[in-house]
């Protein structure tokens, strides 16, 4: 993926922290038991929607490609709840399909504004601090 701005120094750092929050999706999506607790019915829905939301976010801020990026995290969601039927412990909803895609799509729309800038600006911020 092309990068969207040169004027972030720690790209490779980004793409490290992006890459591991993937992991810590797939992990958790073909883990044997849930790591996060399950306080009300709707809990994992939660955690899907929060995920995707997350890793979205993260990657909009520095790709340039980022419909690119939503379709290959919405094939990721669709795809782990298809593998949830190969896990004997974990099981296939429709419902967290759909809260994985919400999220991708929200954090879309949400990074376009306000929030595209951030990474742009915390590195800022820190190499102000060693100058």
Sequence with gaps: MTLQSTALHWIKLWHLI???MVGFIIYTSLAPHPILPMTQK???K???FTGYFGVMAWYAQFV???FVTMVL???LGVSLEFAQLLVNTRS???ADMLANILGVIL???IVRGVLVQLLTYFENRCLKLFE
Excluded: I, P
């Design 107 to 109: 954090a879309t729309m």
């Design 18 to 20: 992006g890459a591991l």
């Design 64 to 66: 340039k490609q980022r």
């Design 92 to 94: 296939f909803e429709w």
């Design 42 to 44: 709707w809990s994992d």
């Design 46 to 48: 939660l955690y899907h």
């Design 73 to 75: 995290l919405v094939v």
